[in-house]
């Protein structure tokens, strides 16, 4: 089984902060000269009190944090208490940002989410950003016996065969984080409907969702989460939905969004990502997650 390594790096205007939460970052888009990358920020270390927040580089490296780009929703709906865990599509001339919401405080005792997918699009990367009419896109299922029956979070998105898949993470009622698992669901539009694959879940693990079209298939990598045998791999499926193991992974990416410049184009020329960004906790550097930068070692062994 072939491995790839995987190295950290701190970042500027995004990283270690005092009294500042970044994490659950968006993949990266390059628009022009610059790169773009969307995530959580907020006062809590859990995604579950912040807004959505962007920055810019023209290198990768050396972030500047552009503001807020999407604030929780009005008192009493579906996204009031948070929205996090940003993804970004680029799609017929507009940019899609996916977000997870949740209606519930995260200081309610018990805590229990009640997240959804929610999505806005804008004419410029840099918005403004406004809601679609049809929010929720994705929700979770209402037969209990579903894997994402308690809740959807967590997009990813890419295009294959003239179709946007959205790649998400569910969990079934009663269970817990590490019961956590990978669906899938299809559209026609970049606004929907998206539909639910009948064979879901695709890939039975995974707490991060990070997939990219490889050639004419898909990978996904893997963290920690789910059975001993796929943890910390790289998976891949020629049809998007039959996912076998191909890799090993050290030291994988926690939350990672890549750079994945044919992730949109349909081209059928995805490789494997060379870098994005992730998140980190180190006590000494922060008291809260901040975000880094990961260089993937493609020179396989």
Known sequence: MKTVSVSHSELTGIGPERGVMRRDPS?????????????????IPSGYDATVWYATSPNGREWEEKGQALAKGKTGSWESASVFTPSILVADGKYWLFYTGTSRPHDMKPFSPDSKIGLAVSESPDGPWGRVATNPVLTNSEIESDFDSHLVDDACLLVRDGRYLLYYKGRKLGKGPGQTRMGLAIAEHPQGPYVKHPENPVIPGNHEVLAWPQGRGVAAMIG?????EIRNSIMYAEDGVHFVKTHNVLHGPWAGGAYRPEAFTDSGLG??????VGMA???GKSDLPFLRRFDLNTGET
Do not use: F, H, N
């Open 27 to 43: 993949d990266v888009i390059r628009v022009g000269a610059l790169y773009y990358v969307w995530y959580s920020k907020g006062t």
């Open 224 to 228: 920690t989460t789910g059975p001993q």
């Open 271 to 276: 490789t494997m990502p060379e870098w994005g």
């Open 281 to 283: 906790e180190e006590r």
